[in-house]
């Protein structure tokens, strides 16, 4: 897919090795990322990326990395956000100067996101298999959210998503994210606006003109991340062994591998081997992708349904904020739009 002509290209969510370490795959646990966030710049900057946001999970040092790196050049912005995790699942700060603390209520979250200048995004909001806050956002004076995550192959999260969003225009900013945890995993789909600066950006979620492009990344994609955070992670456990690795401000990837005991980092090491046996990764991967699918599949009977009560839901929540702002009930209209007919879809 092409970009469009005069539009600017961003990725509005993207991830560093400054996201943690919470993967898990059965009893193994792994890195979310081993990308330095100099590599994710440099990678952003050969595919024509003029803004790149990076969301690490819970933490804002890897943008701050990334923004001091790009700095050199004159070809790129980078814009320091951060992927919260809430109470209710999660919720993207862009623009921020410090990073939330986690696991507060969504409206707690989003107040301090625009206390510090940001905007809010939700993430995967329909997700049926990570932390998307589904409903809530309704709720929530959120910017946008995304239309199309990068993590999600599926037939119904990104979907779903989209056909809200186009049942309400101009009510939201459409963002296309990667939600890329490896370059593997990027430049398959990225959101388009205009102009080509990051105050270009934030101008068009705030005025509701950004475009969301491309396509989910193919699941070879998250095959080779999966392997790269294993070989990744036991390099840097290694490393810790060896009393050769440093600690890193906000780094909690490396903080782990050094708050861990050597017993711990070896057996870490030796599990990664087991990991790495042919084929273990890939029947893991493909096991994965066949659950996400069985869900999407079951959650795709029920759309037309779910889209009902979001309609009803929406015209409820803007009916009493009308009763609030001026003591008049619009009680007829949201009546009137939760009965809106909609058209059937066919699945296979």
Known sequence: MRRCGNMGKTDTHIHTNYSGYNTKVGALR??????????????????GVDVLCITDHNEVQGGFAAERYAKRYDDIEIVVGDEVMTDQGEVIGLWLTEKPKKFLTPEETVDIIHEQGGLAIAPHPFSVH??????????????????????????????????????????WAETSGSDAHSICTTNYNWTEFPGTTADDLRKAILNKTTVGMGVPAPVLGQFQWSYEVVWGGQKLMYQALRRKLEPVPGNELIAKCLRNTDMKNITGIIMGFVYDVPFTGMLATLISTATLKRRAKKALKHIDERIAKVQKLIADIDSKKFLALTGKDVGPLKEAAAEVELPRVITH
Do not use: C, T, W
């Open 130 to 171: 990570v932390d998307g806050m589904q409903e809530k956002i309704f709720e929530l004076p959120l910017e946008g959210f995304e239309v199309i995550n990068g993590g999600h192959p599926d037939p119904y999260s990104n979907y779903f998503a989209k056909r809200v969003m186009d049942l309400y225009p101009g009510r």
């Open 30 to 47: 792994f890195p979310e990322s081993v990308i330095d966030p100099s590599v994710q710049v440099d990678n952003a900057r050969k595919n």
